[in-house]
């Protein structure tokens, strides 16, 4: 009985760090949504502006960090946060500050997963047969082409794109170069949009996302997607060839 109990006891421990992301996000959330609003950014634009102009070193500082830990614990508002780096520090050096913080939030939650049950399931599915092993070693030899899809798709969860390949093994130095390459494109477009938002607020006129879905926008991102599919259609058109 007492072999049972130690045992119970390890495996809940290897899921603490997930009991204190949902918790902290939770949290996070509900104290945070009111000031994670375009109102709020509006309202509070011009201490931005100012503490920024006073101190830009310190405020790139706190912006990356800031952006690092909401991405870590998974609290909503990253787009938000992307807007805001494009409005404080222009597109650019303001894209790079972006990426930065959400690489190294993404990269946190690779490594918690990791060390919670990442590396667990990961020896559980190589020991698998059939279709599920399959399936696992398709993804690791399209460990990069999978890797930029899951970034470049808009519409793949951004938790889950850092998730799911601490479950698979993929290496660190891979998962970090991926994410911050497969990134840029939508930080870019977000903030491009954040960069412009003075002339907006100025106007008294309400931000619209809606341009991110226009063709000029989605059609390149649509283009890399398809970009990074080239590896797997080659390696499928060779293998039907050997047949």
């Not at 992301?21 to 000031?35: E, H, N, P, R, S």
Request: glycine share 10%; with cysteine; aromatic share 16%.
């Amino acid at each position: 009985m007492a072999i049972r109990s130690n045992l119970f006891v390890a495996q809940l421990a290897k899921f603490r760090s997930f009991v204190v992301f949902a918790t902290i996000a939770a949290v996070g959330f509900y104290f945070l949504k009111d000031y994670l609003s375009f109102e709020a950014f509006s309202k509070h634009r011009e201490f931005l502006i100012e503490f920024r102009d006073s101190n830009y070193a310190l405020s790139a500082v706190i912006f990356i960090l800031g952006y690092t830990l909401f991405v870590a614990f998974s609290v909503p508002g990253g787009l938000i946060l992307s807007v805001t780096g494009g409005f404080m520090f222009a597109t650019f050096p303001g894209v790079f500050y972006n990426i930065l913080g959400a690489t190294c939030g993404a990269t946190s939650i690779f490594l918690a997963a990791r060390w919670g049950f990442g590396a667990r399931l990961g020896a559980t599915l190589e020991s698998s047969e059939g279709i599920v092993k399959k399936i696992k070693d398709g993804i690791d030899e399209n460990q990069w082409t999978m890797l930029f899809l899951m970034r470049l798709i808009p519409g793949v969860p951004f938790f889950l794109a850092n998730l799911v390949p601490s479950f698979l093994n993929v290496p660190l130095r891979r998962f970090v170069i991926s994410t911050f390459l497969g990134i840029f494109p939508g930080a870019l477009v977000f903030t491009s949009i954040g960069a412009g938002l003075g002339d907006v607020f100025e106007r008294g006129e309400t931000p619209n996302f809606r341009v991110f879905w226009e063709p000029k926008v989605i059609l390149p991102l649509l283009g890399l997607c398809a970009l990074s599919m080239l590896p797997i259609l080659i390696k499928a058109v060779r293998g039907k060839k050997g047949l």
